[in-house]
Structures are given as structure tokens and as C-alpha cells.
């Protein structure tokens, strides 16, 4: 029983410190997305009560500065973040990290989500126009399933497959948060009722030290959003409609 008990106790401690450690350093001079839907609060110093400067607008960028020494850390609505000076439009202060993202905005309309709330397109969409494909596609087919992996710069992976009238896309992403990955699929929506039924689907999973590990929005076509245990997000969409050509190349734009 004390083996089983420091066994369980090790694998506690490797779930935690997986989620726990996949908070990215902004360094300075980043350039980083506002995802907060109503804006981001410049303030003049750290903390959600200090002087209001302005409302920086939702997609607008802003530019990292030296960080401080000690940063003000918080958790907003399973949003965790700390407080770090920013530059943006001449105004410098502090602002929550939380609600800003390294990964770019949809900017094209076949980045945004069709009625269903499909949001396999889309997302395939984006790999297409932001990430930046290296070497060639691994194509594997069984009798079951044909699958196709295509690797892209900084390590993200994309796979793609079909299964009988299952498709499925998994999206393998280095260096985010998953609150970023959840905020990106939120602005691949169109209008404030998507974005709500978005919200009051998605079910936030925490570990035993109260990280959030994973978030499941049960959608018609459903996602699941993870932590791996190399500190990756893992993004999953399940669609039960067939793709007919694994093959069409997601590396390019239109």
C-alpha cells in the first residue's frame, strides 16, 4: 500500500508541475494579440484596481517592456496571468497577461466559424494561413483510418484523419497557454450568441493544486482542449462528417 500511495503521489505531483510549468515568458519587445472581448485595461500600475489610463480594443497589439522583478500574479474567471508594462498607441502601463495571446488573430472570413459552429474549418483555415509548414506530409492508411500529419515551424503539429464518416483534426501547439488556444477558437466565432453558447458549453477541468489541465466544449462538433505531458496544448475537434481529400495541402492560405 505505501508503494501504491508514493506512486500515486508521484504521478499527482507530474500532472500538476505539466500544467504549472507551460506559462510562456513574454519576452520584451514581444508583440503580443488582445483577446479580452470588451478590451484590455491599461493601467498605471499593477493590479486590476490601480488608475485607469485606457481600454486597449480587442485584437489591437501591443509591445512587451522589460518586465519587472517581481510581477503581480492573478486568476480571472480560470484565466491565470500576472501583471507586465506594455506600450501601445504612446501609452505605456501595466496590463493582465491573461488576456493577451502570442497566437494571431483570424483575419479571413474562412477563418470564422459557418452556423453549425463547425469549428474543424476554421481551425484547419488558420494552420493554413499562420503556421508555416516544414518538410513534407506523413501519410499513413489503414483499413480503418487514413491519417496525415503535416509538421510545422517551433515543433506544432497538425494530424488529420478519417475514419469511416469520423473526421477528426488534432493541432499540436508549443508554447501557449491553453487559455490562448481557447481564445483563438473563440474569435474563429461570428456574433455574441455564438460566443455565448461557446461559453456555456465548455466545461473547465482543474488538476489537485487548482491549474486548469483541460477544457471540453460540448459542441454538435466537439473539442477538446489539453495540456500534454511534454507542456504542450493539445486541441481536438470530432466532426461525424467526412473530409473527402486528406491530401489538400492546409500549409498555404488563400
Known amino acids: 500500500m505505501n508503494k501504491l500511495a508514493s506512486i500515486l503521489a508521484i504521478l499527482i505531483l507530474w500532472v500538476s508541475g ?9 519576452e520584451e519587445g514581444a508583440q503580443l494579440f488582445v483577446v479580452a472581448q470588451s478590451g484590455l485595461s491599461l493601467r498605471a500600475e499593477p ?4 488608475e485607469l489610463i485606457t481600454i486597449i480594443p480587442y485584437g489591437e497589439v501591443v509591445q512587451i517592456l522589460k518586465p519587472d522583478s517581481i510581477m503581480l500574479k492573478e486568476n480571472i474567471n480560470w484565466v491565470s496571468g500576472q501583471w507586465i508594462p506594455v506600450h501601445y498607441d504612446g501609452h505605456i502601463g501595466y496590463v493582465f497577461d491573461g488576456y493577451l495571446s502570442p497566437l494571431t488573430l483570424p483575419s479571413y472570413s474562412f477563418e470564422k466559424a459557418q452556423s453549425d459552429l463547425n469549428l474543424i474549418y476554421p481551425l484547419e483555415s488558420w494552420v493554413g494561413v499562420h503556421l508555416h509548414a516544414i518538410g513534407n506530409q506523413d501519410t499513413v492508411t489503414t483499413d480503418y483510418y487514413d491519417q496525415v500529419t503535416q509538421m510545422y515551424e ?3 503539429q497538425l494530424t488529420r484523419m478519417n475514419a469511416g464518416n469520423l473526421y477528426k483534426v488534432k493541432l499540436n501547439l508549443k508554447d501557449v497557454r491553453i487559455m490562448d488556444v481557447y481564445h483563438l477558437l473563440k474569435s474563429m466565432l461570428n456574433n455574441r450568441y455564438e460566443i455565448d453558447h461557446f461559453e456555456k458549453s465548455s ?7 487548482s491549474d486548469l489541465k483541460r477544457i471540453k466544449i460540448q459542441l454538435e462538433n466537439p473539442v477538446d482542449i ?3 505531458a511534454a507542456g504542450n496544448v493539445l486541441v481536438t475537434i470530432t466532426s ?3 473530409e473527402c481529400d486528406l491530401l489538400t495541402d492546409v500549409s498555404e492560405g488563400e
Open 18 to 26: 505539466a500544467s504549472a510549468t507551460t506559462h510562456p515568458t513574454f
Open 47 to 50: 493590479g486590476s484596481h490601480k
Open 154 to 156: 517551433s515543433g506544432d
Open 203 to 209: 466545461l473547465f477541468l482543474a488538476d489537485e493544486g
Open 226 to 228: 489539453r495540456y500534454t
Open 240 to 242: 461525424q462528417e467526412y
